[in-house]
């Protein structure tokens, strides 16, 4: 429970002008133009607003081909939805939009392009072809901007033969890839045979780390890792995998990659260390970790926070069955710093043992413009100290947002599949105060609650989330204050903004669904199937990403085909009379965006509430930061 000399601190931090805190250093993003040729020929555009754009924004909307001048599409500025249907095109012809912003009447210069290549056909997806090796599958993807021109770049897991901690076995080793949105390959990383596959394994962080304008890629490395540029990190004849497969033994690696080139930036030693033993007995990794096969000591998490409310660190954990250790890391463009280290194994921090979920959170939740790591049902707060556990134990879903808007502050709906208190439970954020919760049913003998659970804003006729969970016997739908409002519920996976009104839609497989909840169904709205594409993760059944990361402020999803070959990009041509600056440019959102892949991936949530009753969100506190080499 949180003082009243806390409370009021928050109290007073809430009030606080958005100046008065620090400013968070974030890309600095173009417009995200993006056009979609549509059945009958007509073309869907739509454009980013940014957060640091004025309210009063207009825009002026121009399409040019390769033989005439620039069109200019609207009779008046455009000052509603940052979207615009276009009726008359020359489809033998390139065709390229683009947007000026128009501030005070007057006009600005040209932000963002997007070309169609002539007799492109109709299809509402974009394709951007892949270099996939034999054997491999494309798996998780994240985004960042690698050469600082203003839009994304997409960074690839390409996965082959997987395995989970909990079983034995060879597996593949793993690769990354960065490609432009037009297919343009930039560079491979190859993490090497020291380096296990699977979804516990494979952590990788795309963000600019070190406020230069471009973004990085970190993630741990081993003996014979191989960049971007081909350099091997660590000793290439080493082989450390035993018997079964695992690697419980050799040196751990962390690195920072160059975005644009794929080259090591710097490496340094992995922390925590699985043991300081570098090759290890099984009694010494149990007694350190739990068990001594490697299924609770290689369970590895990843994130962004601001620590500091101005600079990005990198967050690195290892383990949350049982001991839990995670590393705050600075970069500062040459070489890695440790800000600091939190051990639940260290005397005062036992109660955070066994807390971590297959996935974390990053957000502030306690209005001092500091984040905090929500780990699973426990939250670490930015000076790397505990600041609350539930004791309510592992679970595999977690979803942190504004998702009682009538409540001060953020909430937290977790679920546990495991221990004593099986179920789901609704949290305040910022204390850990479980507002309600639910038990399991029929959880197994050894516990076992529910593997899944989800919070959207679905019906509009509760003000908040609804949330939901599969298995476990507890069936049905619940408001954001507990009440049972629905006795069925729809998928329980991810959600997405994807028509024209303020509720999230369901992301489910390959499926886009709008909850009919008058009905208690779900209507059909996109089935990526139809167009050759399937989803991740096994049964997980997650997108390859799904973030705004073009156009205006819905989200787009993005698939693999089913060959391998190709990532295709499915942006929503619904109109809507609705306008928001990009999700991107919400702080806890972008930072969503960058944990997604990690361990069992989960959907994106902004910092603000999203509903047809929702006030306008509030302009974000950061400081896009330019490349200085593309802002010449």
Not at 41 to 56: A, I, K, Q
Not at 103 to 116: R, Y
Not at 519 to 533: D, P
Request: aromatic share 10%.
């Amino acid at each position: 429970m949180c003082t009243i000399k806390q409370a009021l601190i928050f109290c007073f931090a809430l009030l606080l002008p958005a100046g008065v805190m620090a400013q968070r250093q974030m890309e600095a993003l173009g417009r995200g133009v993006v056009a979609v040729h549509m059945p009958g020929d007509s073309v869907f555009v739509s454009w980013r607003v940014l957060g640091t754009d004025p309210d009063d924004i207009a825009f002026n909307l121009y399409r040019k081909t390769n033989h005439s001048q620039e069109v200019k599409l609207n009779q008046t500025p455009i000052t509603g939805a940052t979207i615009f249907t276009d009726k008359e095109i020359n489809f033998t012809v390139d065709n390229e939009w683009f947007v000026k912003p128009v501030i005070h009447g007057k006009e600005q210069p040209e932000s963002g392009a997007f070309t169609l290549q002539k007799n492109t056909a109709a299809k509402p997806y974009l394709s951007v072809p892949l270099k996939t090796l034999a054997g491999y599958t494309p798996n998780d993807v994240s985004v960042g901007d690698l050469d600082g021109d203003g839009e994304y770049e997409i960074v690839l897991h390409q996965a082959g033969i997987a395995h989970d901690n909990s079983h034995p076995g060879f597996t593949s080793e793993p690769l990354l890839e960065a490609y432009k949105l037009d297919g343009t390959f930039l560079w491979r990383i190859n993490l090497g045979k020291n380096i296990r596959e699977g979804a516990h394994y494979t952590q990788f962080i795309v963000y600019d780390l070190d406020g230069d304008g471009r973004a990085e890629i970190a993630c741990k490395t081993a003996d014979g890792t191989i960049d971007g540029k081909g350099k091997v990190i660590g000793d290439s004849t080493k082989d450390w995998r035993n018997k079964s497969g695992y690697i419980l033994a050799g040196p751990e690696f962390l690195t920072v990659f160059d975005g644009l080139t794929g080259a090591e930036i710097t490496t340094t030693n992995f922390i925590p260390e699985r043991s300081p033993n570098l090759n290890p007995s099984p009694e010494e990794l149990k007694k350190a970790w739990g068990d001594g096969y490697g299924n609770r000591m290689d369970r590895f998490l990843a994130a962004v926070a601001y620590l500091d409310g101005k600079h990005p660190s990198l967050i690195m954990s290892r383990g949350y069955y049982t001991r839990t250790f995670i590393t705050a890391w600075d970069f500062n463009g040459k070489n890695l710093h440790k800000r600091w280290t939190f051990d639940s194994g260290e005397d005062g921090n036992k109660r955070y043992g066994g807390q971590g979920n297959h996935n974390l959170s990053i957000t502030d939740v306690d209005g001092d413009g500091k984040d905090e790591i929500i780990y699973g049902a426990m939250t670490i707060d930015d000076d790397g100290k505990g600041l609350y556990t539930t004791g309510l134990g592992h679970g595999d879903a977690l979803h942190v947002g504004d998702l009682d808007p009538d409540r001060p502050g953020l909430e937290v709906f977790d679920i546990q599949e495991r221990f004593s208190d099986a179920g789901a439970n609704f949290r305040d954020a910022r204390t850990g105060e479980v507002l309600w919760k639910k038990a399991s049913v029929s959880a197994g003998a050894d516990g076992e609650g529910p593997g899944r659970g989800l919070a959207l804003n679905i019906d509009p006729r509760y003000r908040g989330s609804e949330c939901w969970v599969a298995g476990a016997g507890i069936t049905g739908m619940f408001d954001a204050k507990g009440n049972k409002i629905s006795n069925t519920n729809p998928s329980v996976n991810f959600g997405i903004f994807w028509d024209g009104d303020c509720q999230s839609e369901l992301l489910n497989s390959t499926s886009i669904d709008k909850w009919d909840y008058e009905n208690a169904k779900t209507v059909w709205l996109l089935n990526a199937r139809a167009y050759n594409c399937l989803s991740n993760n096994g049964t997980k059944s997650t997108p390859a990403l799904s973030a705004d990361i073009l156009g205006d402020w819905r989200e787009e999803v993005i698939y693999r085909t089913a060959d391998a070959s190709e990532l295709r990009i499915f942006t929503t041509t619904i109109p809507t009379t609705h306008r928001f600056y990009t999700f991107m440019h919400d702080p806890q959102y972008r930072l969503s965006v960058a944990w997604q892949n990690v361990g069992y991936n989960q959907p994106p949530h902004t910092s603000f509430y999203m509903g047809d009753d929702m006030n306008q969100p509030p302009k974000p506190n950061i400081k896009p930061i330019k490349n200085h080499r593309n802002s010449q």
